[in-house]
């Protein structure tokens, strides 16, 4: 948004719960933003709560705050901007649960929902990326029928499948022409599911030889994720990429998309994959707001690898891409219309 935003009208600065920059932090920068660290919640809840109610005693002249969340149980920041009078207070819900696999995950839904009746004290725009990450967040808080529904808007032309940069980037990556490749957008971490991923390019390698697998993104299971793979033996048949800025170029070398997440909101990876024309494969656990193309086909976890693999397989034999920009943009998600709206929200008119 921040790419594509007017920023003769608005200007973001960033802070982060990290001690490092971030991986965008040099282009924000070159775009005019200030970027701000502070100690995060797991380091210390005192040292987060005292970092938190200095900066915003330090920066109270913003207009609006806007707070990105999985779940509520942390909402102390717009908790302070309120303190501070900060006009705009913003709740942004991009998830629908809690994954089993994060550590203290028991208090992390006793949080989440002990916060609920906090929502409308703290914060007064209610957001959300689908009616998943909708009733997640804002259920039970009293402004579910004030919380409204925006798209995670992306610049469709810069996705348009194109073949002069898919021999590009299969050259940069040495993927050869006859090369089938599975692709994956996501940062590495529990609920994106890698180890299932993993494990059914592992069984698919084995049908057909001739294929590979990117994977786009870095996080905490970065080690676990290469141990698997060497272990499996596959080592030359998977390409990382690291976190890329991208990803519209990596997306054209791939020939389908596989997501099979745990959970999730509405990932904005989808939507990219889509506007590359990519036919899709996806758990059933991700909100189907995400399917505005009508080419993700949404399968069950339980299914298991063969099922999995036997769907992968028939994409392969057809390889179609599809058009999908006129799609895309009927349903909201390109990100001049994101922006706009965003923008009508910063100055505190309703949507």
């Known amino acids: 948004m921040y790419r594509s935003i007017d920023r003769t009208k608005i200007q973001f600065d960033f802070l982060l719960t990290q001690i490092s920059g971030g991986d965008y932090a040099d282009e924000v920068k ?34 609006a705050i806007h707070q990105h969340i999985s779940s509520l149980t942390s909402i102390e920041p717009v908790r302070y901007a309120m303190k501070y009078k900060i006009p705009i207070r913003i709740l942004h819900a991009h998830s629908s649960a809690i994954s089993n696999n994060l550590k203290y995950h028991i208090l992390h839904n006793i949080l989440h929902y002990l916060n609920k009746p906090l929502v409308h004290k703290y914060a007064n725009v209610y957001l959300g990326c689908s009616h998943k990450a909708l009733n997640w967040i804002y ?6 029928t004030k919380a409204k529904m925006i798209n995670n808007g992306i610049d469709i032309q810069l996705y348009t499948f194109n073949t002069s940069i898919r021999g590009e980037v299969r050259k940069e990556l040495n993927i050869s022409n006859e090369e089938f490749v599975i692709g994956h957008v ?26 590979r697998l990117i994977l786009v993104g870095d996080g905490e299971l970065n080690e676990k994720i290469h141990a698997q793979i ?17 990803v519209n170029r990596i997306l054209q070398a791939m020939d389908i998309f596989v997501m099979p997440s745990i959970f999730e909101g509405l990932p904005v990876s989808l939507i990219e994959a ?45 390889r179609e ?29 309703k949507i």
């Open 30 to 63: 070159a775009l005019g933003a200030n970027v701000y660290a502070i100690s995060p919640r797991n380091k210390g809840y005192r040292k987060y709560i005292k970092d938190l109610n200095s900066f915003f005693r330090e920066h109270h002249n913003y207009i």
């Open 274 to 318: 889509q506007a590359a024309g990519l036919p899709i494969i996806a758990s059933d656990t991700i909100s189907h707001d995400s399917d505005v193309s009508g080419n993700i086909l949404f399968k069950n976890l339980q299914d298991g690898n063969t099922s999995w693999v036997e769907c992968i397989m028939k994409s392969c034999k057809k």
């Open 139 to 144: 259920n039970f808080t009293g402004v579910r």
């Open 230 to 246: 060497k272990e499996l033996g596959i080592d030359n048949k998977v390409i990382f990429t690291g976190v890329r800025r991208d």
């Open 186 to 211: 996501g940062r590495f971490i529990p609920i994106k599911n890698h180890i299932f991923l993993i494990n059914i390019f592992y069984d698919l390698q084995k049908i057909n030889p001739q294929s």
């Open 321 to 349: 891409r599809f058009d999908n920009r006129e799609k895309i943009q009927k349903a909201g998600f390109d990100s001049q219309h994101t922006s706009e709206l965003l923008l009508n929200i910063y100055h505190g008119q």
